[in-house]
Structures are given as structure tokens and as C-alpha cells.
């Protein structure tokens, strides 16, 4: 299997004051980091999920390799082409290939638009509209286990696990090599979390297609992903196979995370790990370890030096001075 997506150092800024603000203050560098150096790649056919806490910089790290936010520094590579110096033409042909899933699954939809209109929208902006789109309604519709009827309805007349099916459907109208999906399951009623679930993972084995899911849900990615990366403060603290980092996680963040996760058996023995204090702003990143203001397992020189890069394995990496396991 071939890299479908490769990114590789991506760092995204945003600024928060003007230039005039800036000097007035005597800020330096009135730009704050939303993601960091991050680096990972998707085969084809392949689940990738990217897990922290809300603010740690998932979207904006998925929005950039869409090539919809800039990218300050690093690579994004696609099928061998980079995206960070693609021209609007070469973007809008990049943008066929990759398909988003938003959060909201009902307020992602146009309430003006029918389900039909929704599902073939795609086809208009791609300018492919010479295709018989009620039969591509039609097809779509049945590929996500909806009746054809459903394309007269209007997104208020849906459920929220139908309104994610429609959704999955319009991801699929142009046949991407990946889609990127944000929250997936968001809102949605544990039987119908799994109905969806299911249904991507029957859609990616027949259609082959690569998915990088933005999730919180650690039950979500134990059962789809291949990969996953743990990120916090706009790094990815630990990356690895999905089974070593659910297996053998060794970053003290990743201990937490996964501790935390409910667990469905009430005899099991639970050993829940908290952390302290409240997640930094991004304004004033602590020095050294950026975990160390939270993390239990603090030591000498984790407020002072940048963790080193540690390897559990070839592909399972972290950043920490005092790996745990």
C-alpha cells in the first residue's frame, strides 16, 4: 500500500494582536502556535484518528491538510503532490479528492436544500452536473442504507443518525481517496453511534477509501482505526498502531486519557489517573515538557528542556522524559 497522505512538520499560526498592539505592548511574536510540528501518514484503505482534548488543535490541523487554513511551516503531501503550494486550480482539483465530514451532522446540512439537492451538490460545484443526478441520488442513498424517498425530505425532517447517513452520502458523491470525518459519532444515541460506525468501516472495505477521524470518543477508535495520535497543546505527544497506543500506552497524557474511559464491565478493577490544574493557554505555553504543569508523573528538568523524542517500536514514538511501562 502506498501513502495516500503524507504531512510531514505541519505548524499552523494564528495572530491575536495587531502589529500596532504588538509594539504598544512589546510583544515580540503576537502570533500564537494552534498546531506544532506535527508529522503522520494514511495508506490507502486505512483508518487514521487523531485524539485530544477540545482545543488541541484537531480541526485546525484537519482543516489545513484540506488546504482551507495555511500552513506556516512543514508539508502536506498528497498522491506525491504538495498541497501547501497548490494554486485555487490545483486546489479545486485536490478538493475532489478529499471529502469532509463536519461535527454537527443536522446543522452541517443547508436547511434551505433537499436531501437530493445535499447529496448532489458536489457534482454543481465540481461543475459535473451533465450526470443524471437523481440516479447518483438514488445510488448514493442506497449506499448509506437510506429509501430514495428520502430525497424529497428536508434536513428539520431528519433524525440526527439519518442526517449523518446523508452526510457519509455527499462525503462519498465524488468517490474521494479520503475523507476526513470531525466527530463522526457527535450527538448521537450509543445504538446509532455503531450503526454508523459499521457503516463506514463496510463503505471503506468496499470502496478502499482512507478516512482520518478527529474524535474524543476513545471507544470510537478502538474499534476503526489502524493509527492514532494522541495530541495535546497542538502536538502529538504519542503516535503508534491503534492497539500498541490502547495496549501499551506510555506517555503519561495517554495513561490519563485512556483511564478515564468508561469501562462497560462494573467488576473490573479501575485505576483512573487525574491530572491537575487546567490545560494551559496557548497564549503562555509553559517551557520545557508543555505537559508538565498537569502531569503526575513530573521530574527533574520536565519545566526546563523539551521532552526528547522516545521510540517504542518502528512505527509507536513519543515525546517524554520519563516514559512510563
Not at 169 to 190: F, M, S
Request: glycine share 8%; hydrophobic share 40%; net charge negative.
Amino acid at each position: 500500500m502506498t501513502d495516500v497522505l503524507e504531512v510531514k512538520n505541519v505548524r499552523v499560526r494564528f495572530r491575536v494582536k495587531s502589529n500596532f498592539q504588538a509594539l504598544v505592548q512589546g510583544i515580540e511574536d503576537p502570533f500564537i502556535d494552534a498546531v506544532r510540528d506535527a508529522s503522520f501518514a494514511i495508506l490507502e484503505g486505512e483508518t487514521f484518528t487523531l485524539v485530544g482534548e477540545s482545543g488541541s488543535g484537531k480541526s485546525t490541523l484537519a482543516l489545513a491538510v484540506a488546504g482551507l487554513l495555511p500552513a506556516e511551516e512543514g508539508s502536506v503531501r498528497f498522491g506525491g503532490a504538495e498541497v501547501t503550494t497548490m494554486d485555487h486550480a490545483a486546489l479545486q482539483a485536490y478538493r475532489k479528492q478529499i471529502s469532509f465530514m463536519w461535527q454537527n451532522p443536522v446543522g452541517s446540512l443547508s436547511p434551505r436544500l433537499s436531501v437530493g439537492s445535499l447529496i448532489t451538490e458536489p457534482y454543481k460545484i465540481h461543475k459535473l452536473a451533465e450526470r443524471d443526478l437523481k440516479a447518483e441520488c438514488a445510488r448514493l442513498l442506497k449506499m448509506v442504507g437510506l429509501p430514495r424517498e428520502f430525497s424529497t425530505r428536508y434536513p428539520h425532517q431528519l433524525s440526527g443518525g439519518q442526517a449523518r447517513r446523508v452526510g457519509v452520502a455527499r462525503a462519498l458523491a465524488l468517490n474521494p481517496k479520503l475523507i476526513i470525518a470531525d466527530e463522526p459519532t457527535a450527538g448521537l444515541d450509543v445504538s446509532v453511534q455503531g450503526e454508523i460506525l459499521n457503516l463506514l468501516n463496510r463503505l471503506q472495505d468496499e470502496l478502499g477509501v482512507a478516512m482520518f477521524i478527529i474524535t474524543h470518543n476513545l471507544n470510537i477508535v478502538r474499534h476503526i482505526s489502524d493509527h492514532t495520535a494522541i495530541m495535546y497543546l497542538g502536538r502529538f505527544v504519542e503516535l503508534g498502531p491503534t492497539d500498541d497506543i490502547f495496549e501499551q500506552p506510555r506517555h503519561p497524557y495517554t495513561l490519563a486519557l485512556l483511564s478515564a474511559n468508561p469501562e462497560p464491565d462494573p467488576d473490573a478493577a479501575i485505576s483512573r489517573i487525574e491530572l491537575k490544574g487546567e490545560v494551559p493557554s496557548l497564549m503562555d505555553r509553559p517551557g520545557g515538557c508543555e505537559f508538565h504543569t498537569r502531569c503526575p508523573f513530573v521530574g527533574d528538568g520536565c519545566d526546563t528542556n523539551p521532552p526528547p523524542l522516545f521510540t517504542v517500536s518502528g512505527a509507536h514514538t513519543l515525546t517524554c522524559h520519563y516514559p512510563r511501562g
